[in-house]
């Protein structure tokens, strides 16, 4: 869908690449929007004043701003900032708004103008990367005013590389450069900065590596990767830039601007002045390929899985498996386009694996020839690793082969959310009431008087803990919101990446209790295909949530002991730097730089820290647990559900657990695994966190660390796991199925003694519809199924949670083993124990 878009303007960088962004995507600009400072005593929007310590608006350089209609040959409608920042918080609330206008509202009341002349825009566009201040306020403005909000930029740093170039520091910048943009820098705010970069084009790679120079000093911490790719292109403020230039056909002539010099201001900040600025026309062809992030991330990049067949009737089994192997290079043809990538990029040759399923092993040795003629070319080393079974194939169908690609080659103001309404490339937008995700922290009681967990208003103790409660994701294609149009195994890890993206910006460390892939009805028409077609989509939707947990985070360094990003320095910055000087031995400056790594800037998900902090002292409360520390993959649940939005196959959705990594390693809680079996057709499997110290609901901010150096308070543990119940053959109840939290006592506690009162505090049970009456029906009076969300499925398969020695994928060699069984019911429970 080609939307027609307003432009917000500041005349810096992002939001002028942003705009070729939208021009790249089909949009078109129709006008541009440009808010400026204000003459101090002036009562018209003739004159501009100088420039704003704004969060929300860049106006240093809007002198130029007037040359943006002609350089890009769009109409420009500007408007005096009158309001101030009388909302300062994250999130703006249009539900009691001050007497005194907010400066956002001055957006409101500019974005109504150009709508009067322009009443064909329905999108308006900003440059927003990283401030969800600045985002949030956009986005009010837009949907009030019924605008679709873009913001392609967003969460830049986080997202994968282009495929012509490779992960760095520098990222944003480096595919400025490709696109031929001249940014240049026009106000130094950070020590780390020298001031002869002043007017510097920020896209030219010898300026980005001086800007990760200087800056790299202040994040020598580990994990502050994230936070130096954010310094590096300025989001916290280091320095403004002016756009002189940029990609046709959003450009249609360059700005030239004389600069004349710098003055300081007060507060240190350095600003470029200048002299004769102009329109005149570019030097380049005009029209230049602007790149965009690759789909997937690298964790998801191996995930990709072909289940191809050919059956056709009459066709020999010599034949199927040769059309069926003819059908791959067009599929990755397809699969380039997805990715950015050139035409026949992919080849047999990026295959790591396959798995060739026969309809009889007594063809094994015929196909067999054919396989090898046809899969890989003679001579050429280390073909992909196989396995080879015999299975009951559908009818017709005498072969089945999947392959797995190597895409590489080589409510209240402490509420906490995010809802991101605008187009991006980083997951679909939520333009609806509904947030991606929800953040609240675990709230556990201060005494016996006050233990009703349910009770939202009783006093309670703030935990460092966070429960981020998440929304369900469907495979869209972020950029355009529409639905994949790919093989089922695509669309599940599409989006399933959506969700582990969402979680690693609430910072989750552990899916907690389950991961759950709602599965739809397979459109087909005779019963026993729509059943073949769901278990197989059950089984890769199982891997899939498997190969997620065990896909190593860490990027890479680059080649020859060189950072990427890091780079590029020429002699003219080799003169000595005083700081550099004074904190050379503390290891700080170019020996600092020397050591960076690339690809350690996301938050790690799932994080095995948090049981690494759970070795000394031994289990809290004769806690029954698993001795170990390894890597916990939770429980995989597919619920066969009648529909999905948009008509979609899957829809990934569980809940997180974040503040795990960083607390456990202040000795504030402590995370063990547990698992047990109950009787012999149920079993439990999740985690147990032990409380060490936590506070007051309401006595600290977004930011602070929660429970640091307070009292601890012993004897609280919440356990997040999956209770499942499998079907018995007569339909009849199990005897020893716990009904109610006490009835779980003795699973969870060595010593059924223990004077702990468990709670449950959240509950969801998925109730499998196929089982037998009878047996539904006594289930459905469970009290643990009763008094959950219940969500009643025409089946229900799980498989049980599993650990990883070394975090790193492995081959079974058996597709079967491990695979989702069906259960009559599987219930997540979070219960709270306590004194």
């Known amino acids: 869908m080609s939307l027609n878009v307003i432009g917000l303007v500041s ?3 992002d939001s002028l690449f942003s705009l070729a962004h939208c021009v790249k995507n089909g949009h078109n600009v129709v006008a541009l929007a440009n808010l400026y400072p204000r003459v101090e005593g002036g009562d018209d929007d003739d004159g501009e004043g100088s420039d704003l310590n704004s969060f929300m608006y860049q106006t240093v350089g809007h002198t130029i701003v007037p040359l943006y209609a002609k350089a890009l040959g769009v109409p420009l409608y500007r408007r005096a900032i009158r309001g101030t920042a009388r909302q300062t918080g994250r999130y703006y609330d249009t539900s009691n708004t001050s007497t005194e206008p907010d400066e956002t509202e001055d957006m409101y009341l500019l974005i109504q103008d150009v709508l009067r002349h322009q009443p064909e825009a329905n999108a308006l566009n900003a440059g927003a990367i990283l401030s969800t201040y600045q985002r949030t306020r956009v986005e009010s403005v837009a949907i009030r005013l019924g605008l679709t909000p873009l913001a392609y930029l967003w969460q830049y740093p986080a997202l994968p590389p282009p495929s012509s170039r490779i992960d760095s520091l520098t990222g944003l910048l480096d595919d400025m450069d490709a696109a031929h943009c001249d940014a240049r820098i026009i106000k130094i705010a950070s020590g780390g900065i020298r001031n002869k970069l002043l007017f510097a084009n920020v896209a030219a790679p010898a300026t980005g590596a001086r800007l990760v120079s200087g800056l790299a000093r202040f994040f020598t911490d580990e994990g502050q990767e994230f936070a130096l790719r954010g310094a590096v292109i300025g989001e916290g403020g280091e320095y403004e830039t002016l756009a002189l230039d940029g990609p046709g056909p959003l450009w249609k002539k360059r700005i030239e601007v004389d600069f004349t010099g710098s003055f300081e201001a007060e507060g240190g900040a350095t600003y470029a002045t200048f002299g004769r600025a102009g329109i005149v026309d570019k030097t380049d062809s005009g029209h230049v390929d602007v790149l965009l992030p690759n789909l997937l991330d690298k964790r998801f990049t191996a995930v990709q899985i072909f289940n191809l067949t050919f059956p056709k009737s009459g066709l020999s089994p010599s034949q199927q498996l040769e059309h069926t192997i003819d059908m791959i290079p067009p599929m990755l043809n397809d699969l380039c386009h997805i990715l950015n990538l050139d035409r026949d990029s992919l080849t047999l040759q990026h295959i790591a694996s396959t798995t060739l399923l026969l309809r009889s092993i007594d063809n094994f040795g015929l196909l067999n020839q054919i396989y090898a003629a046809k899969m890989w070319p003679k001579g050429l080393p280390n073909p992909p690793s196989r396995v080879t079974i015999a299975a009951p194939l559908p009818q017709d169908t005498h072969v089945s082969l999947s392959v797995v690609l190597d895409l590489d080659g080589s409510a209240s103001e402490r509420r906490k959310g995010l809802h991101v309404q ?36 009783r006093a309670g103790s703030r935990t460092p803990i966070e429960i981020v409660h998440m929304a369900g994701q469907i495979p869209l294609v972020p950029a355009s919101m529409a639905l994949l149009a790919r093989p089922f195994s695509e669309q599940a890890v599409l989006a399933l990446q959506h969700l582990w993206r969402v979680g690693q910006e609430r910072s989750v460390d552990l899916w907690a209790g389950a991961g759950v892939a709602y599965l739809a009805h397979p459109d087909n028409n005779a019963a026993s295909d729509r059943d073949a077609r769901m278990l197989n989509r059950v089984r890769e939707a199982a891997r899939i949530w498997g190969v997620a947990h065990q896909v190593n985070e860490k990027g890479i360094e680059a080649d020859g002991g060189t950072e990427a990003g890091a780079a590029g320095t020429d002699e003219e910055d080799e003169d000595i730097d005083l700081w550099d000087l004074q904190q050379r031995n503390r290891g700080f400056g170019a020996a600092a730089v020397a050591t960076l790594t690339v690809g350690e800037h996301l938050h790690v998900l799932p994080s095995r820290m948090v049981f690494e902090s759970a070795g000394p002292g031994g289990p809290p409360s004769a806690v029954s647990v698993s001795a170990s520390n390894k890597l916990v993959i ?34 504030q809680c402590r995370v063990w695994r547990i698992s047990r079996n109950i009787g012999k057709v149920a079993s439990l499997s999740g985690i147990a966190i032990e409380h060490i110290g936590h506070h007051e609901a309401g006595d600290e901010d977004e930011n602070d660390d929660a429970g640091a150096g307070l009292p601890p308070q012993q004897n609280s543990i919440s ?14 109840l199990p005897v020893d199925l716990p009904r109610t939290p006490n009835d779980l006592r003795p699973t969870l506690f060595e010593d059924d003694r223990a004077s702990m009162t468990c709670e449950t505090v959240t509950a969801q049970s998925f109730l499998n519809l196929s089982c037998p009456p009878d047996a539904r029906a006594s289930l459905e009076k469970v009290p643990l199924i009763q008094q959950a969300t219940l969500v009643p499925c ?15 994928a492995t081959a079974t060699g058996d597709p079967n083993e491990d695979a989702p069984e069906e259960v009559a019911a599987a219930i997540i429970l979070r219960i709270d124990a306590y004194s």
């Open 719 to 732: 356990f997040f796991f999956t209770l499942l119940t499998r079907p018995q053959l007569d339909g009849s």
């Open 794 to 808: 025409s089946h229900v398969w799980a498989s049980n949670a599993k650990t990883t020695d070394d975090g790193e």
């Open 634 to 667: 939770p429980i995989f649940i597919a619920a066969e559900v009648a529909g999905l939005p948009r008509n979609a196959p899957v829809e990934w959705w569980s809940t997180g657990i974040a503040g795990l990594a960083t607390h456990a390693g202040k000795q």
């Open 11 to 13: 005349g810096g960088k």
């Open 422 to 457: 605008s187009l991006s490339y980083w997951a679909p937008a939520n333009i609806g009431p509904y947030s991606q995700a929800i953040s609240t922290p675990v709230l556990l009681p201060q005494n016996t008087a006050s233990h009703s967990l349910n009770q939202s208003t």
